[in-house]
């Protein structure tokens, strides 16, 4: 089964990093919305100033796409990367980026799919399978 994800972002330095190796590290194909300032709909408190993010993607994840611009919402972010790249996949991961899936629950929630291919939409229980996180030192 190909899986591919969209990552929709703008200053997520601390997490866009540890998201994507678990992608990969799934064998997930990531593409990469990073917007140039936030979404109109996000609240005013988000910082003008760019973080490290661009530059997190550009020296450790040369190969995912990423896709630049400015997306008015995260919707807009997300159909960015559904036109491009992940077009042809039979399964598209949509989640924020600070949200960390275990092995197990990654395999537990394949192994749902797998048996339940009849549907179009599936959805995590967030309270059960998702971890958030914070930092990695790896990218600093």
Known sequence: MRIGATVACYNRERFIGPYLDMLLDFGVTPVVTLGDKPWVSQ??????????TERIL?????NVKVIKGEFLHHRDS???????????????????CDMYITRSDWEEFLKFVNDNRNFDVYAINFERMIIEYYYDWKYG
């Open 43 to 52: 609240s005013s408190d988000e910082s003008l100033e760019k973080d490290r």
């Open 58 to 62: 550009d020296k450790f994840f040369p």
């Open 78 to 96: 997300i159909n960015k990367a559904l036109d491009g790249r992940l077009r042809d996949m039979d399964l598209i991961i949509v989640n924020d």
